[in-house]
């Protein structure tokens, strides 16, 4: 695709359901990022891939949140049994890079939990 | 641990120049970027400094001194679209440590 996509763009859940959030990044991209973006906040780096490496998922804030990425391409971020402090926009970013130097951002996904 | 600091707000008349600083105490720094976000659209980015120096891209230039641990985003001909955050974010590898934003908000 043109640009990295997210979906939903939107979702609202229940405390303790179960979302999950997926990203599709630029074609070809190696590198795949995901950041949480508090309102009126910079994002907050959560996990990184290469290809289908997780290699760094410090932070990640609890062990209700999953990120995997099987085939290098997709992404999906899961919550588990979210929480109201979970409210925030999930950002996901790729490059053709191993590093941010080229990072795309896609739109986000906001998440509401009620 | 990373400590990015910008300011909150600022605000200036179309047609008019402001700069926006950041400063910066990093475990380590490879790079600075400088991202535009738009309320509920994805950052899109503006520029990256590597060097000590000036980098200038029309209307936006970057400027950054890593030995103050340092940078400013200055932009001219504000335009109404200017409006928006601006993000300052160090890169140490391959992840982004971001400021919290600094809302610009151009007045005609």
């Known amino acids: 695709g043109a640009g990295v996509s997210q979906s939903p763009r939107y979702k609202v859940a229940k405390r303790g359901q179960d979302v999950a959030l997926r990203c599709d990044p630029i074609?070809?991209?190696?590198?795949l990022f995901w950041y949480q973006q508090a309102l009126g906040q910079g994002p907050e780096f959560l996990t990184y891939?290469?290809?289908?490496?997780?290699?760094?998922k410090s932070g990640l804030p609890s062990d209700r949140f999953f990120a995997e990425r099987p085939e290098g391409s997709v992404s999906t971020l899961k919550i588990q049994r979210t929480q109201q402090e979970d409210s925030a926009v999930y950002l996901c970013?790729?490059?053709?890079?191993?590093?941010?130097?080229?990072?795309?951002f896609g739109q986000g996904t906001r998440l509401t939990v009620v | 641990g990373q400590n990015i600091d910008q300011p909150t707000e600022m605000t200036a008349t179309e047609g008019a120049i402001v700069q926006i600083n950041c400063t910066y105490q990093?475990?380590?720094?490879?790079?600075l970027f400088w991202y535009q976000q738009h309320a509920g659209e994805a950052p899109t980015f503006l520029s990256y400094n590597v060097l000590d120096g000036l980098e200038e891209k029309g209307r936006f230039s970057s400027f950054l001194s890593r030995s103050k641990g340092y940078s400013y985003l200055l932009l001219k001909e504000l335009q109404m679209k200017d409006s928006a955050s601006y993000l300052c974010?160090?890169?140490?590898?391959?992840?982004?440590?971001f400021g919290a934003g600094t809302t610009v908000t151009v007045r005609a």
């Open positions: 990093t475990s380590g720094f490879n790079g």
């Open positions: 970013a790729s490059s053709r890079n191993k590093d941010s130097s080229e990072a795309f």
């Open positions: 974010a160090v890169t140490n590898d391959y992840k982004l440590s």
């Open positions: 891939f290469q290809n289908e490496a997780q290699l760094d």
């Open positions: 074609s070809g991209h190696v590198s």
